[in-house]
């Protein structure tokens, strides 16, 4: 380097060169003299210097510059190549093949893979129509293999917590590892409500003891007497009818026919208007099998675990003792048709209308009010481990927004229909979609969550608890519930209960899948466009899927095929629920019929994995919110108009109805306007389109005391039902603010962007 720097010095003073000298000052100081001198001179500078003593840098000969100048040109380079191989090893991509004693043929290999990468293109997987997803869906889903696993599936017993049921519970969680589908357990610690087998209840009517098998859990122990009174099924409209008869309800002891509403609606209704106690009988107009059936039901007006209402029962230790306010707080106990007939022989009062009358014979139906009777019930709390099972087929798109496919997988006795086809259909979709997804090429965006419940017979507590433990993980991430239980009661029929969200999805699906009847398709055979008034029914509280939808805003569907001319499935809640009465419902074409039902929810779900943008239809919930703002406007103008209501108006409630409208509209404008092959774009939709449901949940009641918050399909006085039918004026007007309120948040959080906000 040195030579190198003489060098340059060297060429920079080719012409001219500088002379420094020290110089002696007269002060004593040194200082240094700047000469500049020409070639000419060189020889007289350099004798001057070597006379004066004095130190000199002097130009190199001729013949040392030539030299210099090859060490210039060599250094640069040097330089140079320095420079780029440094930059060179900074600069390249880090190598993932490993060195090792046959590092020559790995790297000869890596240079042939990176030669073919810069030639060939990448190529991205090709994605099914939706045609060709339908079309695998049917191919796996066939009525043989349902013959097997409905088979495998049916079991003696199966009630809620017991060896049984983790056994079935450890027999799904393989299932799902076989199909490699990351099985996980949810476990919950319940209180669930049984009789005493060392008290049983009973019932005393004069010198009749009766002694039933059968019970309600959660209802309230004790024992009461009172007079005996027959109100037909116990709705609203049936006890009306007592009073204007002029029948005492206060302190009785109701006598009802199952059906209608569900039992804990009956012990509510009963309890309302004063009664004691509530006895419950299936008569046999409605269920036409033996007399001296027990039946099996519970009376929690709610869902979950009522000891841990609005929260998980992880561990009951750290929460409060604390009870739903759902529990009923009189007694209630079920009864056989032949122990009501013979209180009802001996009933007396007045004799019922023709809509009282039931099927018993040799027997008037009599209003009573006369007899007393004794109810006992002594049935206990106990605590069980259940387990509810999971498994998921993971979106490659979104993956964190996924539906949920769930079946119970508990039953008072067999629970062929309302368990073990649930079960076969979950664990056969499971496999089929796998299969599609592994080897079909199918690519879902969405992930597809399978899960069987526990505890569902009690009033869906394992779903219920589940949502309570992760509500603030899934309540924005679950895209729909579709429930699969008792999606097979009969043939011949349709029904269904839903979100409007999803009406447009079920009209769509039953448009694709076939009837099971023969030729035409499922939306032909309940009437075309008539099918709503045909197939659809309101979501009632113990329908599995209503604490998705009530409680946890989440748009969610059950569907059920059933025999013509039938409501509800004959053998639930008895040990009659068995696959030879199953097999007489369908005309002994069940798994032809399961299949049909499996195609039919698979379908659902596909397509709301498979779209890009979401199949929920937000204009379906208009009309349901303008009939319900119409009914609290015709109440408050006859209140007004009456003198019992003043300074109340409805006009609020009526601008945000038109606000929710006008959103509705903007955002299907938006979706029309809108490049479905954008990606970033249709998730933004989606997301305006999934707060809907959400949003129509009261932010202003509490989850303990009234779990069911939904502004339209919940149950409360926040609902638009209730304040339409309420007579507390005070109430109504509170309620009426609330309610405009939640539902013009309901349309700001379909705007989008807050800065689009009217």
């Not at 209630?332 to 209180?343: D, V």
Request: hydrophobic share 35%; with cysteine; glycine share 8%.
């Amino acid at each position: 380097m040195d030579r190198i720097r003489s060098a340059l010095n060297s060429v920079i003073k080719n012409e001219r060169y500088s002379r420094f000298t020290l110089q002696p000052a007269e002060d004593g100081e040194r200082h240094v003299e700047v000469k500049l001198s020409d070639d000419a001179t060189d020889d007289a500078t350099e004798a001057e210097g070597q006379a004066g003593g004095s130190l000199s840098f002097r130009p190199a000969l001729p013949y040392q510059n030539r030299r210099n100048l090859c060490y210039l040109i060599l250094g640069t380079l040097l330089i140079f190549v320095t420079g780029y191989l440094i930059g060179y090893v900074s600069h390249r991509k880090p190598q993932t093949t490993t060195l090792n004693c046959d590092a020559g043929v790995e790297l000869e290999a890596h240079n042939k893979q990176d030669a073919t990468q810069a030639v060939v293109a990448p190529v991205s997987d090709p994605q099914l129509d939706w045609k060709d997803v339908t079309k695998l869906l049917k191919q796996k889903l066939t009525s043989q293999g349902f013959e097997k696993v409905l088979r495998d599936f049916d079991m003696p017993r199966r009630s809620a917590g017991s060896e049984e049921d983790k056994s079935l519970a450890n027999r799904i969680y393989g299932e799902f590892r076989k199909q490699d589908m990351a099985p996980w357990t949810d476990i919950h610690y319940v209180q669930l409500q049984m009789p005493d087998s060392e008290r049983p209840n009973q019932v005393l009517f004069g010198s009749d003891v009766f002694k039933p098998t059968g019970y309600l859990a959660y209802s309230a122990p004790g024992k009461v007497q009172g007079k005996l009174v027959y109100g037909n099924y116990g709705r609203q409209e049936d006890l009306d009818v007592l009073q204007k008869k002029n029948v005492e309800l206060k302190g009785s002891v109701m006598l009802l026919r199952t059906g209608k509403i569900s039992f804990a609606e009956q012990v509510d209704n009963a309890a309302t208007k004063g009664a004691s106690a509530v006895l419950i009988y299936p008569d046999v107009e409605d269920y036409k099998y033996l007399a001296n059936t027990p039946l099996y039901g519970h009376v929690h007006l709610g869902s979950g675990d009522p000891y841990t209402p609005g929260f998980p029962s992880f561990n009951h230790t750290q929460f409060p003792p604390t009870q739903s306010s759902g529990l009923p707080k009189i007694p209630a106990q079920t009864i056989t048709a032949n122990m009501a007939s013979t209180l009802l022989q001996k009933i007396g009062g007045p004799e019922s209308d023709e809509s009282f009358k039931g099927g018993l014979t040799r027997l008037t139906y009599r209003l009573g009010g006369i007899e007393n009777v004794t109810v006992e019930v002594n049935n206990v709390l106990v605590n069980k481990e259940i387990h509810n099972v999971f498994g998921v087929i993971k979106g490659f798109t979104d993956p964190d927004r996924y539906v949920v496919l769930g079946a119970q997988r508990d039953a008072w006795g067999k629970g062929y229909a309302k368990a073990t086809v649930g079960t076969s259909v979950l664990l056969e979709l499971a496999k089929a979609v796998k299969e599609m997804v592994e080897k079909d090429g199918f690519r879902p965006k969405r992930s597809l969550v399978f899960a069987s419940w526990s505890a569902g017979e009690y009033g869906s507590v394992g779903a219920t608890e589940w949502l309570e433990g992760y509500m603030s993980s899934i309540d924005r991430s679950v895209i729909t519930y579709i429930s699969l239980d008792g999606v097979v009661m009969g043939r011949g029929s349709f029904m269904a209960s839903a979100s409007p969200l999803l009406y447009s999805l079920l009209e769509n699906t039953m448009k694709e899948v076939q009837s099971p009847l023969g030729s035409g398709t499922m939306y032909d055979m309940m009437g075309a466009i008539n099918w709503q008034n045909n197939a659809l029914r309101p979501m009632s509280m113990d329908d599995p899927s209503y604490p998705f939808l009530a409680f946890s805003g989440i748009p969610a569907v059950s569907f059920h095929f059933i025999s013509p001319n039938i409501e509800a499935y004959t053998y639930y809640g008895t040990n009659l629920d068995s696959m030879d009465h199953l097999n007489y419902q369908t005309n002994h074409h069940t798994s032809e019929m399961t299949a049909v039902a499996a195609q039919f929810a698979g379908q659902m779900a596909l397509r709301l994995i498979h779209d890009r943008l979401l199949n929920l239809d937000v204009s379906r919930y208009s009309s349901v919110i303008t009939s319900a703002v119409g009914q609290v406007h015709k109440r408050i103008s006859q209140l007004k108009w009456s003198g019992q209501l003043k300074e109340v108006n409805s006009n609020w409630l009526i601008g945000a109805r038109g606000f929710f409208q006008r959103a509705a509209d903007d955002l299907n404008i938006a979706i029309t306007n809108t490049d479905l092959n954008d990606k970033e774009a249709c998730r933004i939709l989606n997301d305006r389109i999934l707060r809907v449901e959400h949003a129509l949940l009261s932010p202003y009641v509490s989850p303990v005391e009234t779990p069911f918050r939904h502004l339209l399909l919940g149950r409360g006085s926040h609902t638009l039902a209730s304040i339409a039918e309420t007579t507390d004026m005070e109430q109504l007007h509170t309620q009426l603010a609330l309610a405009t309120s939640s539902l013009q948040g309901c349309a700001n959080a379909m705007v989008g962007d807050i800065w689009d906000i009217d």
